[in-house]
């Protein structure tokens, strides 16, 4: 039987399991918690920083996907603290960012463009000259515009773990840190397509579909 543990969120009180995340707490309660680098189905790599929330008695706010609930947390996802942490956090990840929006096919279902809206602020302080990234040749499926990559890690994480192959990886660090195929070989995993589904921001768009058609253009079905 599984062990439960009593937390607040946001004022609500709620059962979860002891071995969940305060990401995963929050989403059992109803909260949205923006974040990139998470997925369910993935390992936990808690890079994007998008999730910070204040946890009542932490010294500062925390990864909520990386950090475990204890009996009588409190979770505050809406506190200024939190609303400012995640401000903070958006703007690095927009600060390279490029003003391609218009002609991205992310554009209208990119979780980019929606938490900057939802949790950035009208203007940053960056004023210095954005990086220039080359874009790798992934294969006939996956188009890169790596420029507008976050590292949030899901396409190299998803190859390694679910396609089996480690076909993508990191490289270098910081500002210069780059998302590439290993030894110049395009993708071969017929898992490929899931990579460009995963991808949060337009970084990796499907070759195939390119520039065809608008996001709020196609018809939704059931599959």
Same mark, same amino acid.
């Given at each position: 039987?599984?062990?439960?543990?009593?937390?607040?969120?946001?004022?609500?009180?709620?059962?979860?399991? &002891?071995?969940?995340?305060?990401?995963?707490?929050? #989403?059992?309660?109803?909260?949205?918690?923006?974040?990139?680098?998470?997925?369910?189905?993935?390992?936990?790599?808690?890079? /994007?920083?998008?999730?910070?929330? #204040?946890? %009542?008695?932490?010294?500062?706010?925390v990864?909520?996907?990386?950090?475990?609930?204890? %009996?009588?947390?409190?979770?505050?996802?809406?506190?200024?603290?939190?609303?400012?942490?995640? &401000?903070?956090?958006?703007?690095?990840?927009?600060?390279?960012?490029?003003? $391609?929006?218009?002609?991205? $096919?992310?554009?209208?279902?990119?979780?980019?463009?929606?938490?900057?809206?939802?949790?950035?602020?009208?203007?940053?302080?960056?004023?210095?000259? &954005?990086?220039?990234? %080359?874009?790798?040749?992934?294969?006939?499926?996956?188009?890169?515009?790596?420029?507008?990559?976050?590292?949030?890690?899901?396409?190299?994480?998803?190859?390694? #773990?679910?396609?089996g192959?480690?076909?993508? *990886? *990191?490289?270098?660090?910081?500002? *210069?840190?780059?998302?590439?195929?290993?030894?110049? &070989?395009?993708?071969?995993?017929?898992?490929?397509?899931?990579?460009?589904?995963? /991808?949060?921001v *337009?970084?990796?768009?499907?070759?195939?579909?390119?520039?065809s058609?608008?996001?709020? #253009?196609?018809?939704?079905?059931?599959?």
């Open positions: 039987m599984t062990e439960l543990v009593k937390v607040s969120v946001d004022g609500v009180e709620i059962e979860v399991a &002891k071995t969940a995340s305060v990401l995963q707490a929050c #989403e059992q309660a109803n909260v949205q918690v923006p974040r990139f680098c998470y997925h369910s189905r993935l390992s936990i790599a808690g890079n /994007c920083r998008m999730c910070l929330v #204040e946890i %009542e008695g932490a010294p500062k706010p990864a909520s996907c990386a950090f475990p609930v204890c %009996e009588g947390q409190v979770i505050k996802t809406q506190s200024q603290i939190a609303k400012d942490a995640r &401000k903070s956090v958006m703007e690095f990840l927009l600060a390279n960012h490029p003003l $391609d929006c218009p002609l991205c $096919d992310q554009g209208g279902e990119c979780d980019l463009q929606d938490f900057s809206v939802g949790c950035g602020q009208d203007k940053g302080d960056f004023n210095q000259t &954005k990086r220039l990234v %080359e874009n790798p040749e992934l294969g006939p499926y996956i188009q890169t515009f790596m420029n507008r990559c976050i590292h949030c890690m899901r396409c190299t994480r998803f190859s390694d #773990e679910i396609a192959k480690n076909e993508i *990886g *990191g490289i270098f660090r910081g500002a *210069g840190k780059i998302i590439t195929n290993n030894s110049n &070989k395009p993708v071969t995993s017929n898992l490929s397509g899931n990579m460009i589904d995963l /991808c949060p *337009g970084a990796l768009t499907s070759k195939p579909y390119k520039y058609a608008r996001s709020w #253009e196609l018809s939704k079905n059931e599959t």
